[in-house]
Structure formats: structure tokens, C-alpha cells
């Protein structure tokens, strides 16, 4: 069994930084990438930034430049420095990890409530 504990969610004012952790557990030997996805009310889950573990970062063009992915192997996390947020970032954000290169994401977290007000 799989556990991807994540924290630091909040209410934010626009502007304002707010910085996510996800920890991995369990029977989990390998975290080829580590990622964090969105889902906004009424809208479809998307992806906001990935990591794999060789350092190689990928993010949506909506955060770039705002948001920054890290992780740290040997504790297996990852971390969603979010930097001038703004509104339209509101969103439930997801932990994901893909255990392998030739695997999906297939393990996900329970989810963390990001809300940026006006």
C-alpha cells in the first residue's frame, strides 16, 4: 500500500506565496517522476509542474515562472513553491507519482485545497 500525505494548502490573498509537500510511503520502491496536478470547480485536472528524479522539470505555461517543483529522493518528496498567486489558481492540487519511466501516474494523493482570494 501507497500513502502520499500532502500539506500546505490555505487561503492566500493574491500576491502571496504558499509552498506544498507531498511525502510518499509504503510500498512504493521507486518515484521515477513526482508531480503535482490541479482541479478547479467545473473544470477537468491538469497538470501544474513534474520532477523527475534526475532533476529534469516540466511545467503548465500558466505557472511558469511563478511556481517552482523540487524533491528530495532520499525522502522521497516533493515540494510546489507557489510564488505571486493569483485567483485563478484556486484549485484542489494532487500529489502524483509515476513510479517508473514506462508507467503511468498511478499512485495520487488525497488532495490539498489552494484558495487565492481578490
Known amino acids: 500500500q501507497v500513502q502520499l500525505v500532502e500539506s500546505g494548502g490555505g487561503l492566500v490573498q493574491a500576491g502571496g506565496s504558499l509552498r506544498l509537500s507531498c511525502a510518499a510511503s509504503g510500498s512504493i520502491f521507486s518515484t521515477y517522476a513526482m508531480g503535482w496536478y490541479r482541479q478547479a470547480p467545473g473544470k477537468q485536472r491538469e497538470l501544474v509542474a513534474t520532477?523527475?528524479?534526475?532533476?529534469?522539470?516540466d511545467y503548465a505555461d500558466s505557472v511558469k515562472g511563478r511556481f517552482t517543483i523540487s524533491r528530495d529522493n532520499a525522502k522521497k518528496t516533493v515540494y510546489l513553491q507557489m510564488n505571486s498567486l493569483k485567483p485563478e489558481d484556486t484549485a484542489v492540487y494532487y500529489c502524483?507519482?509515476?513510479?517508473?519511466?514506462?508507467?503511468?501516474?498511478?499512485?495520487w494523493g488525497q488532495g490539498t485545497q489552494v484558495t487565492v482570494s481578490t
Open positions: 520532477v523527475t528524479d534526475g532533476g529534469s522539470t
Open positions: 502524483a507519482v509515476r513510479p517508473a519511466v514506462w508507467s503511468p501516474y498511478n499512485y
